[in-house]
């Protein structure tokens, strides 16, 4: 029996990690194999990528990918500060987040905008349940105004949006999607990871022990009824070349940092995702129409990353030693007359 | 007239804050320092930006005592706000230098007052209008000048060093200080004894420099390359001199690449978050804070400890507790940050007695931090970090960075991949580590806050929990023993012992001479870092009586002291606590132990 290798001659089962502690069901690990696919598929150099996530169901899954990768499950809410600071030690590494709707909407919202204020470098996935599944069910941030518990207490208060908030705050790569919609998902996971500069995909992962139940708007039913996506999306990789056959006007292509392209085809009204205006009008509407909209939402190919703007050198700054580092004897000798 | 009294004299400015009077003060401080007399200014500022009261005492003595004085010769009463209760502060016998326009009705008559009209004088002859509440403050000192007898070379001096950025500023600076100091030859006769005389042999080799300078050039000569930080007082200059340094020495003149980034983080659990990152992805790293940041940043500290991930934390001490006293000093986060976080967490601290140490201690803590792959905090304080001290100028690195144990893909082929992040292989509890970015199939590993074994394998196994615990203690017990250690004096062959760290150094210093005068005379050790070394129990065995100095109410060494001793010699400490948040006077330490030794003050 052939294995199929990809373009770094590696396995698709090297991209596999630790057998999931997960739920059976759950959506996180339908993400799980997304990611393992896209990073196959992409042929990303395990030891080149950074697995860092928070505390919650969610941020447990970069356990269970890219075993040989180095990874950072760190403190609730904190992912974005960790992801900052091992970006800025060495920008070679390709700095893969996953969090969840408690990890980023509440406890960690905070540090969440200001990454995207800065656009650090980092594909951020949200695994999006509207639910604390570790903690037993009770509401998070970005459960609906109404949407019922387990239990049946009603949700109450206004919803926290990741995307319309990333939105405003003029993140460079805005993005929904469904863990159930792996079409979508995995070109979606290959463009982020493929932009420089923080690339945002808030995907709805139903949690199939707390909140897949009637009444909930996080459930795999009411999002499989409901969901409306905005655009096909494609992705061709660098390495590949741009080979599709398409009615003029109905495919949008974008090229990104590396060369590779993303290629999105029409399905009803036409949505430009270089309009940040526009991209908040289909949030809205969507949401009052009762639909979920997914998709690529916006991108800024444009906007420099924090380390661009900052001159960080690509060359790690890890590497860097004494000789670079510490000024000469003769200026550490003037420095120090500046004193007297 | 009485003996004259030279070079040994405490000068109070009491001014407004930001009114510009710092400057003046720092001018007058170069002028004296510039005659080669040492001079040891303190700061006492208000939490505010415009409009409060603000006080400089700069003393000056031939000894080159560097503690805060709590008697003022000479007052400079230009705060009508504060005019009552400065008045207070004089010694009989000595100056008050103040605005004319105070009433002198209730003044103590037993100084000397030489009324100066200021505002008039600034009115008439500043003609810079922009600067001229400025410049105002640079009247009393020429004012100073003409009183203690300051060469005019010496003051052109001063004026030139503090504006070394701005030669333009020279010039009418001087022009102000002429007004006082012509001001001073036409109206007064001297009336009373102090003077200023030049001097040698005191100073030479030494420069002046704050706390947060000397740290900010320790971590730049340390090699960090990764900060980030949260303005708080009296933490910010730190990061701020870092940000200048760098600016001169980490910008790569060909590409103008930035060999450092300085993140202004959201808040300091941000802020000491990527540190963290940075630390765990192998750069040096840093933040700088004071007491509230500190209290932020509890859970990456035991994130750290526990995930053993290198990053250096400065915490430039103010008084607390909650927003306390933003402007005020202390020493009383030493015992919290010894033990920052919730569970069994316990951190490496290190404790820079002067501003050398500030340096020294502020690089080689990145050092500490890689070797022993955990936070090490560098516990300054606003003393020592926001005010001049004179010191000798301090020594370029005789060591290269010890980048601690880090396996590269060549150690890992040699090792054919077989080992394990926290197995202890050389028994002194620290482990290996890989970096991100190491091209060898076995580098990578997952780090987590969660329970974990040798193979950083997510475990909730009771056994592999406790071991790992247990290796942790190791690993600090043998950090305990590389640390700085205490730097002992007992030359003083006394059966009466003292204790103390930081900044109470120069107190203790000062109260030391004091002591002996009195027929009590003191050996001293000075503690550098936490876990505490053998040498402190050895040092209480050998005295029959240890003083604990320290700036906090509760004793917070004292304590950690008490623990560690063996139960038969707790019975020998005694503790002197200083905690109004002015920076601590060698009678702050020789009054009490006089007292409690029975010795009539």
Known sequence: MSVTLNRIGLPRDAYKGAATTLCAGCGHNSITNHMIKALYELGVEPHRLAKMSGIGCSSKTPAYFVETAHGFNGVHGRMPALTTGAHLANRELLMLGVSGDGDTASIGLGQFMHMIRRNIDCTYIIEDNGTYGLTKGQFSATADLGSVQKKGAVNTFQPIDPCAVALTLGCSFVARSFSGDGKQVVPLIKAALAHRGTAIIDIISPCVTFNDHDGSTKSYSWVKDHEESIADVSFIPFFEEVQVDYEPGTIRDVELHDGSHILLKKLGEDHDPSDRRAAMRVIEEGRAAGHLVTGLLYLDTEMKDFATTEHIPVRPLKDLGEAELRMSKEQFAHFMSEFA | ??????????????????????????????????????????????????????????????????????????????????????????????????????????????????????????????????????????????????????????????????????????????????????????????????????????????????????????????????????????????????????????????????????????????????????????????????????????????????????????????????????????????????????????????????????????????????????????????????????????????????????????????????????????????????????????????????????????????????????????????????????????????????????????????????????????????????PLSDEVTAFVSRHEKVYVVEQNRDGQVYDLIRLALPAELVGRLRSIRHYNGQPIPAVAISDPLLQMEAVPV
């Not at chain 2, 640079?138 to 701005?166: C, D, N, T």
């Not at chain 2, 560098?378 to 001290?389: A, E, P």
């Not at chain 2, 987590?448 to 056994?463: I, K, L």
């Open chain 2, 1 to 530: 007239m009485t003996q004259d009294i030279i070079n040994d004299l405490t000068i109070q400015a009491a001014t407004v804050n930001g009114s510009g009077s710092q400057t003046a003060n720092l001018v007058l401080t170069r002028a004296i320092f510039h005659m080669g007399i040492p001079v040891a200014p303190k700061n006492v500022f208000p939490s505010n930006i415009e409009g409060l009261p603000t006080w400089y005492q700069l003393r000056v003595t031939p000894e080159g005592h560097m503690a805060r004085s709590d008697k003022v010769d000479i007052l400079i009463a230009f705060n009508v706000a504060t005019w009552h209760q400065d008045l207070k502060t004089v010694r009989p016998g000595g100056v008050v230098i103040h605005e004319e326009a105070f009433s002198t009705a209730a003044a103590p008559t037993d100084v000397n007052y030489y009324p100066v009209p200021f505002s008039k004088l600034a009115k008439s002859k500043i003609q810079n209008d922009t600067l001229r509440k400025q410049l105002a403050n640079m009247i009393y000192v020429g004012v100073v000048a003409g009183l203690l007898g300051i060469p005019w070379e010496a003051l052109e001096h001063g004026v030139k060093r503090q504006f070394l950025s701005k030669p333009k500023a020279v010039q009418v600076n001087l022009d102000a200080i002429k007004v006082g100091f012509d001001y001073w030859q036409d109206n007064f006769s001297k009336k009373d004894a102090y003077r200023l005389e030049p001097m040698t042999g005191a100073v030479e080799g030494k420069v002046l420099v704050e706390g947060n300078q000397a740290a900010a050039l320790g971590a730049l000569m340390g090699g960090v390359t990764v900060v980030a930080w949260y303005p708080i007082t009296p933490s910010s200059s730190v990061c701020e001199n870092l940000i200048a340094y760098s600016e001169r020495f980490r910008v790569d003149p060909a590409t103008g690449a930035r060999l450092i980034s300085v993140v202004q983080a959201e808040d300091e659990l941000a802020a000491v978050g990527m540190a963290i990152g940075a630390g765990w992805a192998g750069a040096r790293s840093m933040t700088s804070t004071s007491g509230p940041g500190i209290s932020l940043m509890a859970e990456f500290a035991g994130l750290g400890y526990y995930a053993e991930v290198p990053v250096v934390i400065f915490d430039i001490q103010r008084i607390g507790p909650s927003t306390g006293l933003p402007t005020r000093t202390s020493q009383a986060d030493i015992g919290f940050a010894y033990t920052l976080s919730h569970g069994d967490t316990k951190h490496i601290v290190l404790l820079p007695g002067t501003v050398e140490e500030c340096y020294e201690l502020g690089r080689d803590a990145f050092d500490y931090a890689d070797r022993f792959q955990t936070p090490v905090f560098v516990l300054s304080d606003l003393d020592l970090g926001m005010n001049l001290w004179m010191t000798p100028e301090f020594k370029y690195p005789d060591k290269p960075f010890d980048r601690g144990k880090v396996l590269s893909k060549a150690d890992l082929d040699r090792l054919a991949g077989e080992w394990g992040r926290y197995a202890d292989v050389d028994g002194d509890g620290i482990t290996y580590r890989t970096l991100p970015g190491t091209d060898h199939p076995a580098a990578g590993y997952f780090t987590r806050g969660s329970g974990h074994d040798e193979h950083a394998r997510y475990t909730e196994n009771a056994d592999a929990y406790a071991r790992n615990m247990d290796r942790l203690t190791r690993k600090l017990e043998t950090a305990r023993h590389e640390l700085p250690a205490p730097i002992l004096d007992e030359s003083s062959k006394s059966s009466i012992g003292l204790i103390a760290f930081g900044s109470t150094h120069a107190a203790v210093l000062e109260a030391r001479g004091t002591l002996a005068a009195a027929g009590r005379p003191v050996d001293y050790l000075r503690l550098r870092a936490l």
